[in-house]
């Protein structure tokens, strides 16, 4: 069973940075793809970024590129969402979910990120 655990949220100013981590455990890492995801109050939940196991290919939501990034350790078992000049906007629960086939079936917890204006 896929297990995932997510650190790192806090509150931040706006303009600051947070790295969140994503601790997987219970799966072969080449097998799966890992992927953040946040949601808002009152807001559907939206797909952040995501990574591929096997080549590292990666994603990001149009409203974060060129502030957050995505990357693994050697051994994929930890996937960082390093997020820079936050904003208000990108306040959220954040989810690192994985996904072996066309579906996420995997979720963690969840942790609370808060910028402040």
């Known amino acids: 069973e896929v297990q995932l655990v997510e650190s790192g949220g806090g509150l931040v100013q706006t303009g600051g940075s947070l790295t969140l981590s994503c601790a997987a455990s219970?799966?072969?890492?080449?097998?799966?793809?890992i992927g953040w995801f946040r949601q808002a109050p009152g807001k559907e939940r939206e797909g952040v970024s995501c990574?591929?196991?096997?080549?590292?290919?990666?994603y990001y939501l149009d409203s974060v590129k060129g502030r957050f990034t995505i990357s693994s350790d050697n051994a994929k078992t930890t996937v960082y969402l390093h997020m820079n000049n936050l904003k208000p906007e990108d306040t959220a629960v954040y989810y690192c979910a994985a996904r072996r086939g066309v579906e996420y079936d995997s979720w963690g917890q969840g942790t609370q990120v808060t910028v402040s204006s």
């Open positions: 990574i591929t196991s096997n080549d590292d290919e990666t």
């Open positions: 219970g799966f072969t890492p080449n097998n799966y793809n």
